[in-house]
Antibody, heavy 118, light 108 residues
Framework: QVQLVQSGAEVKKPGASVKVSCKASGYTFTSYYIHWVRQAPGQGLEWMGIINPSTGVTSYAQTLQGRVTMTRDTSTSTVYMDLSSLRSEDTAVYYC???????????WGQGTLVTVSS | EIVLTQSPGTLSLSPGERATLSCRASQSVSSSYLAWYHQKPGQAPRLLIYGASSRATGIPDRFSGSGSGTDFTLTISRLEPEDFAVYYCQHYGSSLWTFGQGTKVEIK
């Protein structure tokens, strides 16, 4: 069965960076795009960016340009999301989600809570 | 950038009642690229409807989607206890993916 398993919760200080992983299984890793979506406490869903695991090509939300980097490791079927220069407003649950080539997000990871606090 | 506005913000209904949720786009979107999700507390969102009106795998037929252009609707014909959640619409399939701000369906 399709699974996206994310890394565990993180606590970071302002100005630091965080790297969250998303390990895919149950399907051909390079056949589906992966998106990252975040959700601040009590708030809605914010799209962060997309990576094509086959080519490594990425596209990011304008609001995060310069701070977010998405990479992949095809040998382990894992996608990574790196967010730098963290600020308190980055405190959120971060989700990875599968996209069947510009389709809806059909499978989601369980979410990773990132807390930014001094 | 396409902005999706959902209404109402909160819908208070009883089990068995009909729920009608609205999603309005700031500009015309292809109905092929409009989806609905629901999210229960502490869980990831789950895909309900894609292509404006197609149910995702395993979604019961009490959920239906409709609409075109700038106005889309999600209808839940008879609310079950597990349907009380937050619902999001989404535009996808372009270089930018956007979500509406959500509608909370709560027990009256």
């Amino acid at each position: 069965q399709v699974q996206l398993v994310q890394s565990g919760a993180e606590v970071k200080k302002p100005g630091a960076s965080v790297k969250v992983s998303c390990k895919a299984s149950g399907y051909t890793f390079t056949s589906y795009y992966i998106h990252w979506v975040r959700q601040a406490p009590g708030q809605g869903l914010e799209w962060m960016g997309i990576i094509n695991p086959s080519t490594g090509v990425t596209s990011y939300a304008q609001t995060l340009q310069g701070r977010v980097t998405m990479t992949r490791d095809t040998s382990t079927s894992t996608v990574y999301m790196d967010l730098s220069s963290l600020r308190s407003e980055d405190t959120a649950v971060y989700y990875c989600a599968r996209d069947p080539r510009l389709g809806p997000f059909d499978y989601w990871g369980q979410g990773t809570l990132v807390t930014v606090s001094s | 950038e396409i902005v999706l506005t959902q209404s109402p913000g909160t819908l208070s209904l009883s089990p068995g009642e009909r729920a009608t949720l609205s999603c309005r786009a700031s500009q015309s979107v292809s109905s092929s690229y409009l989806a609905w999700y629901h999210q229960k507390p502490g869980q990831a969102p789950r895909l309900l409807i894609y292509g404006a009106s197609s149910r995702a795998t395993g979604i019961p037929d009490r959920f239906s989607g409709s609409g075109s252009g700038t106005d889309f609707t999600l209808t839940i014909s008879r609310l079950e206890p597990e349907d009380f959640a937050v619902y999001y619409c989404q535009h996808y399939g372009s270089s930018l993916w956007t979500f509406g701000q959500g509608t909370k369906v709560e027990i009256k």
